[in-house]
């Protein structure tokens, strides 16, 4: 074999086409931008999965970021993408909080009973000017 070139070959050669035995520069780069790609897309796609949960760390309702939190692992998951749009609309409504009124409105209620004469429930004890002692506590070790 012989080393000349041929004359109808072109003698000045592209940056890109290496010598037999030398390793290829472009390959190796082409290699490590595909792996930086496919890194770089899955870790949006991981980022924009995680939008619903992280709306929900702002508001305090803890059943609402746990469903908020099961219906993005769903979407996640099964690759349904209404979960995660129900997720996203569930993360963006304020639920209102009923449970604090209602009890407010029933501890009011005991106590104006109270006053009327009505007995205390069993386990609780009546203060000396007649109001019940605050919300729940239990006076077993109170005496009266």
Do not use: C
């Amino acid at each position: 074999m012989t080393t000349e070139i041929h004359p109808l070959a072109p003698h000045v050669l592209p940056f890109f086409i290496t010598a037999p035995g030398e390793s290829d520069g472009l390959m190796t780069f082409a290699i490590l931008f595909m792996i930086a790609a496919v890194l770089s897309v899955g870790l949006l796609y991981l980022h924009l999965h995680s939008i619903p949960e992280r709306m929900m760390h702002q508001k305090a309702n803890k059943a609402q970021f746990e469903i908020v939190a099961v219906l993005a692992l769903l979407a996640l998951f099964t690759h349904i993408n209404i979960f995660w749009v129900a997720a996203l609309l569930l993360a963006m409504v304020t639920v209102p909080d009923f449970s604090t009124p209602i009890q407010s409105i029933a501890e009011s209620l005991a106590r104006m009973a109270r006053r009327e004469g009505v007995p205390p429930p069993a386990g609780q004890v009546a203060e000396p000017d007649g109001v019940p002692p605050a919300s729940g506590e239990a006076v077993a070790g109170k005496e009266a």
